[in-house]
């Protein structure tokens, strides 16, 4: 899929440009790990998540006031967000959370930049339309080859917390599979994302509130550094972050906004070296960018017109002709997941007609994605 950055004449003017924004949300995603790090040295790991949690619902629930917008209805929308809140939001943030107090944030960061890899891994199973192929599939494995450099496996994990290491993979791990449920579910909603991330948000917020105090104390002391970090993780890194990224997406389209995925765990790690004195040895970076060059493998699409020969190759291999399949439309708006994974914004696809029918277009559906990461 490729995407062109066109001027819409009657879209609105926006005060920056949305290269300032696009630098601006990989900062602010990139020291999300910092801001992690620094809440969890005064505070328990669920008390920040539901901090983290608390203040982006707030920013969301201002921004649906300004547009006048409600929260979405229908009890079985419901029923869908709280679970989109529990796998893209509550578990993961927490399991950032808890393997920060264990690991570097910068190796956090470098963690997150494998949901792409996971949700490609996914995607060939549980997204029957999501076809391998070899670029996708060695990208799948170079990913994982960069994520055993990381840890420095030939070294016994070189230093780093397996335990720690795992959750941060986990929580990374959660989000495409959070994405696959968003699209198999909420595909289609005539809600907008706004409206339904807001309530997302609020969701797991009330997760975190029932689960907190339950394993936490009340704080002795409010330092003004960790209160401030919980405040920008939430405000910035996930209520500003969602605005922003939803805004890049409808300006320059989903592929180009898509790529700050790809700069937020070298701002993680610079951030955690020059500001937190975290020392890496070579192979993080070197696995890092490993990782990187695997996940963006991954989400290679084939190029215009060779997907439908291969889909007709493979049928006539089986025996039997491949249907007509009607032509995609250029421009088609849509999320597209699973990355990183991002829910990611995607081109929405076209239905193959059956044999024999007459040729009709489908409705095109959208899917909605609740909220960002990391």
């Known amino acids: 899929m490729t ?12 005060l920056f440009d949305w290269r300032v924004r696009f630098g601006a ?11 992690m790090k620094v809440g969890t040295d005064s505070f328990a790991p669920f ?39 529990f796998l893209l939001n509550a578990l993961p943030f927490s399991l950032f959370a808890f393997s920060e107090l264990t690991i570097p944030s910068s190796i956090a960061g470098i963690c997150n930049a494998t949901s792409p890899l996971w949700g490609m891994a996914l995607s060939l199973v549980a997204l029957s339309e999501d076809r391998p192929t070899r670029v996708r599939v060695a990208g799948l494995g170079i990913g994982f080859l960069g994520v055993l450099t ?11 917390d397996p335990k720690g290491t795992a959750l941060a993979l986990g929580a ?27 309530a997302q ?16 104390s009340m704080p002795d ?65 070197v ?11 991954t989400q290679a699409r084939p190029r215009a017109g060779r997907a439908p020969a291969a889909a007709a190759s493979r049928q006539r291999a089986n025996g039997r002709e491949a249907p007509h399949r009607a032509a995609p439309e250029q421009g088609a708006p849509g999320l597209k997941g699973p990355d990183h994974g991002t829910t990611r914004p995607e081109s929405a696809r076209q239905a193959v007609p059956r044999q024999g029918a007459p040729h009709r277009r489908a409705p095109q559906r959208e899917t909605r994605q609740p909220t960002p990461r990391p």
């Open 287 to 297: 696995g890092a960018a490993v990782v990187l060059a695997g996940a963006a493998l």
């Open 150 to 160: 990381v840890l420095g496996v030939w070294q016994g994990f070189n230093g780093l």
């Open 172 to 198: 990374s791990f959660c989000y495409p599979v959070g994405w696959i449920y968003v699209r198999r579910t909420l595909a289609g909603s005539r809600h907008s994302h706004l409206s339904l991330s807001g």
């Open 47 to 85: 008390q920040v998540t539901l901090g983290r949690l608390a203040f982006g619902t707030a920013v969301l629930a201002a921004a649906m006031a300004v547009r006048r917008e409600r929260l979405p209805r229908g009890a079985r929308t419901w029923a869908h967000l709280t679970v989109a809140g």
């Open 221 to 285: 002391a409010f330092p003004v550094a960790p209160v401030l970090a919980v405040m920008a993780l939430g405000a910035l890194g996930t209520g500003l972050a969602f605005l922003v990224q939803y805004d890049l997406v409808a300006e320059v389209g989903p592929t180009t906004a898509q790529r700050v995925t790809y700069f937020t765990p070298v701002i993680a790690t610079a951030a955690g070296v020059l500001l937190l004195g975290e020392r890496l040895s070579w192979s993080a970076p």
């Open 3 to 14: 995407s062109s950055i066109t001027t819409d004449p009657a879209a609105p003017r926006r």
């Open 201 to 216: 948000l609020l969701l797991a917020t009330a997760q975190l509130a029932v689960v907190t105090p339950l394993f936490t």
């Open 25 to 35: 949300l990989s900062l602010v995603w990139g020291f999300s790990f910092l801001f």
